[in-house]
């Protein structure tokens, strides 16, 4: 069983720019929610995915947008970088059936914006 | 801002010792997990319990879920140097999208 897996593991960007990260999901499951961790801080929910669509959002701008493809994999897009952005991004999958409340995690894409 | 907060913030413990982690939250809940991240990795799940559960165990894992006082703790027995790691409570809303709400961690260090 292929666990999450995320794309790049590191990147430097300067602000204003523009930035997507890509995430495998979990063999099998069809739900995939974006976190961003900030250092010293827990993950913050981004947004989640369910059937390509976007199945709830955090308390995050707009130019943060996601994608979801028929197979289940997903993409974290971000506008406009500001320093602020900054973090660990973590995608982690579920299945939307049999769904324990578990999350599997990838290992994140640590973004510098600078 | 975030629905969970662990107390304390770091803990130092000898191996073989006991670690404590608490985590209070704010709103009603189906169920609290406690996740581990070594050193700004990923996040592991360690263990969930349901709202009409007060306690649960796993292997060296003991959790206690009080929803009264909107609280939670973790205990760690015989503690490993690799048990060396941040620890986080997560809540889901009850009600609520299908998506957690972290704490700000509990940094355990277990000195070999």
């Known amino acids: 069983e292929t666990g999450v897996t995320q794309s790049p593991t590191h990147l430097i960007k300067t602000r204003g720019q523009q930035v997507t990260l890509r995430c495998s999901s979990q063999s099998g499951h069809n739900t995939v929610s974006w976190y961003q961790q900030a250092l010293g801080q827990g993950p913050q929910f981004i947004f989640q995915?369910?059937?390509?669509?976007?199945?709830g959002r955090g308390n995050f701008p707009p130019r943060f947008s996601g994608l979801q493809f028929p197979n289940y994999s997903s993409e974290l897009n971000v506008n406009a970088l500001e320093l602020d952005d900054s973090a660990l991004y973590l995608c982690?999958?579920?299945?939307?059936?049999?769904?324990?409340?578990?999350?599997?995690f990838g290992e994140g894409s640590r973004l510098t914006v600078l | 801002s975030q629905q969970g907060e662990e107390d304390p913030q770091a803990l130092s413990i000898q191996e073989g010792e006991n670690a404590t982690m608490n985590c209070s939250y704010k709103t009603s809940i189906n169920n609290l997990q406690w996740y581990r991240q070594n050193s700004g990795r990923g996040l592991v799940h360690l263990i969930l319990?349901?709202?009409?559960?007060r306690e649960k165990h796993s292997g060296r894992l003991r959790v206690t879920l009080d929803t009264s006082k909107k609280s939670s703790s973790l205990l760690i027995t015989a503690s490993r140097a690799a048990d060396t790691a941040s620890y986080f409570c997560a809540t889901d809303a009850r009600g609520g999208a299908n998506n957690l709400f972290f704490g700000t961690g509990t940094r355990l260090t277990v000195i070999p």
């Open positions: 982690a999958s579920s299945p939307r059936d049999r769904n324990t409340g578990e999350l599997f």
């Open positions: 995915y369910y059937r390509e669509e976007e199945n």
């Open positions: 319990i349901r709202s009409n559960e």
